[in-house]
Nanobody, 119 residues
Framework: QVQVAESGGGLVQAGGSLRLSCIAS????????TDWYRQPPGKQREWVAG???SGVTSVTGRFTVSRDKAKNAVNLEIDSLKPEDTGGYYC?????????????????WGQGNQVTVPS
């Protein structure tokens, strides 16, 4: 069974930086792509940044996605935080799990972490 665990988040002053971590685990699970989304209060979830499973680092504006091979984690770093960055942050992993020779598509979300940037 594939599981996703997220960590990080919290309250950060405007102008600061923050790192969120996402670890996908499961036997014979190969990640094709990891994406980060956020959901501001009262709004729909929106895409923030992402990276293919073979990637190491991807930068989208103030958002940097990077892979920590030692921890089998994909991190999201947010620089120059603004109040509008406030919201729940979620990672999504898509890939394949080898189940006794059958490749099963997997699309799984983390539990999310709250990021709050006071105005």
């Amino acid at each position: 069974q594939v599981q996703v665990a997220e960590s990080g988040g919290g309250l950060v002053q405007a102008g600061g930086s923050l790192r969120l971590s996402c670890i996908a685990s499961g036997s014979s699970f190969s990640v094709d792509h990891t994406d980060w989304y956020r959901q501001p209060p009262g709004k729909q979830r929106e895409w923030v940044a992402g990276m293919p499973g073979s990637g190491v680092t991807s930068v989208t504006g103030r958002f940097t996605v990077s892979r920590d091979k030692a921890k089998n984690a994909v991190n999201l770093e947010i620089d120059s935080l603004k109040p509008e960055d406030t919201g729940g942050y979620y990672c999504n992993n898509r890939g394949l799990q080898n189940n006794r020779g059958a490749l099963i598509p997997v699309d799984i979300w983390g539990q999310g972490n709250q990021v709050t940037v006071p105005s």
